[in-house]
Nanobody
Framework: QVRPVESGGGLVEPGGSLRLSCATS????????MSWHRQAPGKERELVAS???????FYADSVKGRFTISRRNTENTVYLQMSRLTPEDTAVYYC?????????WGQGTLVTVSS
């Protein structure tokens, strides 16, 4: 299973927006549940949002109404559109691909929300 690759992280001011992308290859993408997780300094990794192969979506309470997860199967890519960012959203964001009981993590992309 090819490891997902995240991109789009960076420094953004509070109230700003950022879009993360996670690309992977292989014919299993359409069958995969894709999810975004994050890990802030000194904290455990937490689930932010997920989207199943059929399009069912879950959001953590902390990001509901601010983040949007989407996927484009033709490009083997999942996105995380983040808006109204706060310093509490600062973390390394990881993409996870899960299919048939196996999973693979990306290397992570850092998002820093600061003025």
């Amino acid at each position: 299973q090819v490891r997902p690759v995240e991109s789009g992280g960076g420094l953004v001011e509070p109230g700003g927006s950022l879009r993360l992308s996670c690309a992977t290859s292989g014919r299993i993408f359409a069958a995969s549940t894709m999810s975004w997780h994050r890990q802030a300094p000194g904290k455990e990794r937490e689930l932010v949002a997920s989207i199943s192969r059929l399009g069912s979506i879950f959001y953590a309470d902390s990001v509901k109404g601010r983040f949007t997860i989407s996927r484009r199967n033709t490009e083997n890519t999942v996105y995380l559109q983040m808006s109204r960012l706060t310093p509490e959203d600062t973390a390394v964001y990881y993409c996870k691909q899960q299919v048939d009981g196996s999973y693979s993590w990306g290397q992570g992309t850092l998002v820093t929300v600061s003025s």
